[in-house]
């Protein structure tokens, strides 16, 4: 019977102990979050506004533009391979420096108007997080 009930303790105590660092880390100071979100413009043209955003900001940066992924012919690969390059500078450059990537999220919103899609945006934002 104890070797039994030794065998249960051992095997829960097994189970149960990746789970302590997690527990005692949230229960103790808590996280810092920081946002940055990607905001990336198909206006035709190459008129619209593509923005990278930190909330708050990151190493002193608030707002760094990026390319218009559309030009007047049409979408433009090496934009879109520039803004590939920034995005993964940043997300470089913040876990670098400590933060985890805690959370990533998709976005889309296409302003329609006469029946035409001509308008819209890419958004992604990327939640990061470090213990206090």
Not at 41 to 56: D, E, Q, Y
Request: glycine share 10%; charged share 15%.
């Amino acid at each position: 019977m104890k070797t039994s009930f030794s065998r249960f303790c051992a095997c829960a105590l097994l189970l149960l102990l990746p789970l302590l660092p997690h527990a005692v880390r949230a229960q103790g100071k808590g996280y810092l979050y920081m946002q940055m979100t990607t905001i990336e413009s198909v206006v035709a043209g190459g008129l619209g506004r593509s923005r990278v955003m930190f909330t708050p900001e990151f190493k002193g940066t608030k707002e760094t533009p990026m390319e218009n992924l559309f030009s007047l012919t049409g979408i433009n690969m090496s934009n879109v391979r520039a803004n590939e390059e920034t995005i993964l500078r940043y997300l470089g450059e913040i876990t670098t420096d400590g933060w985890e990537l805690f959370q990533v999220t998709p976005l889309t919103q296409t302003l329609q108007s006469g029946g035409s899609t001509n308008q819209g945006i890419f958004m992604t934002r990327y939640t990061f997080r470090k213990a206090k």
